[in-house]
């Protein structure tokens, strides 16, 4: 099957319900106290919140505002990150994971604020989080997170049903949590910034940062010095770090359906897998139910098309589906300990800040790195910064066995899908294939479109040089190391990559 023939119109809800941005390329040099790059939820919060303190800013995205992962969430605000509090307090004690909890409660709360002081008219609303096992073997668990979650004080309860019209064996319910659209909330967020006198620069790409004082922001388009720079570009662009080696990039697919009856009320996710999460959101055709289903490894999955319809399927085993509108597919960074990175870039750091690894749940984690960071940078004390320290020490333990998986079934995955073919393929593909091929000791990503014109690029990653794997679903060659993403053409559509794909041929 091909990607055409899949329900629902291929775009994010948020985006498609929402105006384009055209803010402008940056044109000549200029001087902020921070700039920020990447204009996701973290950065564009970041932002907001540094302007909110008297600082100048400026926003510096790459492509368009908000049609990254953020313009492809599923936008639940909660501090129920499907079960991470016992982890959390094994992992960091008590204290810590009291910590973290809280200042993911202050993020839906600062959301709910600053939409309402400023008028932003963005469905927020607040609901119930489940995290649901359908398997009596994983009612323990749900229990044990459920009482340790209270322990913290968070507004936590165990429950034996929900309202979803699926049975299920128990859960782990948050009270008084929230969902939104997010595009609305953050182009609320951009408005703001710029009314306030910040900058936000599109199509304006960043290739290098020389920290220093001032820092050097450099980008495609001239240069930026800035006393402070943030970077919040999704996968950090940067090697120094080494996050390339502690973050793990998962994409799973959305489905925008449309189902007989009422909706059930409250946000959901399971703890089985395959993962399915649910929630709904108003439309200008009433209740749409936002599913959320499948998670594989960026660019370890060649049946990309199947994990949509595998989607489908659980979605209407599960609902009575009256139609599909959208679907979407998405990815975001995995952590070691389930504990974002947010603050020095390195040890050394002293101006360079990072917001990253979020885990699937951006929304709170995004705010959660505003405040943090402008606390950082205005030199305020704050509690929260040992707990997303990007550098603490619980982790280091770790990180060698996280690397050696992860480089072992990259390499065992690319040398899956090269397959030794010569120049000679290309004449036999059908429009629509795509092959990774070898010439003159070259690797060379080939793509015949629909039209049967031919597209070759190298097919080594301008990352760090892992062989491009190709996305049916998406049309795209995905990187299985660190997700990095390039359409047909060589351009990135996803970081950590900052430089094209170089077009060859064959
Ligand atoms: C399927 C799915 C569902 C999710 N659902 C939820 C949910 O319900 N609740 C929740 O809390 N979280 C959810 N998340 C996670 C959440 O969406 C993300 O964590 C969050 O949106 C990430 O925001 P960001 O600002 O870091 O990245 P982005 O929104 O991707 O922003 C980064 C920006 O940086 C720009 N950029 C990259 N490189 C450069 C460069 N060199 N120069 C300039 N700009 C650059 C990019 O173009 C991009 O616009 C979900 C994730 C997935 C995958
Ligand atoms: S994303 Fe790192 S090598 Fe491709």
Avoid at 192 to 221: A, D, N, Y
Avoid at 324 to 352: C, E, F, M
Avoid at 419 to 440: L, R
Wanted: a positive charge; hydrophobic letters at 35%; proline letters at 5%.
């Amino acid at each position: 099957m091909s990607g055409e023939n899949l329900p629902g119109k291929h775009v994010s809800f948020w985006i498609a319900s929402t105006p384009k941005t055209d803010f402008p390329r940056l044109k000549a040099g200029l001087e902020v106290d921070v700039a920020v790059i990447g204009g996701g939820i973290a950065g564009l919060a970041t932002a907001y919140f540094l302007k909110e303190a008297g600082k100048k800013v400026a926003v510096l995205e790459s492509r368009r505002i908000l049609e990254g992962v953020t313009g492809h969430t599923t936008a639940k605000i909660t501090s129920l990150h499907t079960l991470i509090y016992q982890n959390l307090v094994d992992l960091f004690g008590k204290e810590k994971a009291k910590l973290f909890g809280e200042s993911q409660q202050t993020a839906i709360d600062k959301i709910e604020e600053i939409s309402r002081k400023n008028n932003i008219s963005c469905d927020f609303k607040r609901a119930a989080a489940y995290t649901y096992t359908q398997t009596a073997e994983k009612v323990n668990k749900i229990k044990g997170e459920a009482e340790t979650a209270k322990n913290l004080g968070l507004p936590a309860s165990f429950v034996e049903t929900s309202p979803l019209p699926y049975p299920i064996k128990g859960a782990v319910r948050f009270d008084n949590q929230a969902h939104f659209h997010p595009r609305k909330f953050l182009l609320g967020l951009a408005n703001l910034i710029q009314s306030g006198g910040g900058k936000i620069f599109e199509q304006t790409k960043v290739t290098e940062v020389k920290e220093g004082e001032p820092c050097l922001v450099v980008t495609e388009r001239g240069e930026i010095r800035a006393k402070d720079v943030v970077v919040a570009t999704h996968y950090p662009i940067f090697n120094e770090g080494g996050y390339f080696t502690r973050l793990n990039p998962l994409r799973s697919y959305v489905l925008g359906v449309y189902i007989n009856g009422p909706v059930p009320e409250g946000m959901f996710i399971n703890t089985e897998t395959p993962l399915f999460s649910v929630r709904s959101q108003p439309t200008e055709k009433g209740q749409m139910l936002i599913i959320t289903g499948q998670e594989h490894k960026t660019g370890q999955e060649n049946n990309t098309i199947g994990c949509y319809e595998e989607t489908e399927k659980l979605t209407r085993d599960r609902f009575s589906v009256s139609s599909i509108a959208y679907r979407w597919s998405t990815q975001d960074n995995y952590t070691i300990d389930g504990v974002p990175y947010i603050g020095k870039y390195t040890p050394g750091s002293q101006h360079l800040y990072v917001a990253t690894g979020f885990n699937g749940w951006g929304m709170a984690s995004g705010i959660v790195s505003a405040v943090l960071l402008t606390d950082l940078i205005l030199g305020k004390e704050t509690p929260w910064a040992s707990v997303y320290d990007p550098v603490r020490l619980e982790q280091v333990k770790g990180v060698k066995n996280f690397l050696l998986t992860n480089v072992d079934v990259a390499q065992k995955f690319i040398s899956s899908y090269l397959s030794g073919q010569g120049k000679e393929v290309v004449p036999k593909m059908k429009n629509g294939e795509a092959k990774v091929i070898k010439v003159n000791g070259q690797k060379l990503a080939v793509y015949k479109d629909e039209e049967g014109k031919i597209h070759v690029l190298s097919a080594k990653c301008t990352h760090l040089g892992c062989l491009v794997n190709w996305n049916k679903a998406e049309k795209s060659w995905d990187c299985p190391c660190h997700g990095s993403r390039f359409s047909p053409e060589g351009e990135i559509l996803h970081d950590p990559a900052i430089y094209p794909l170089p077009k060859k041929e064959v």
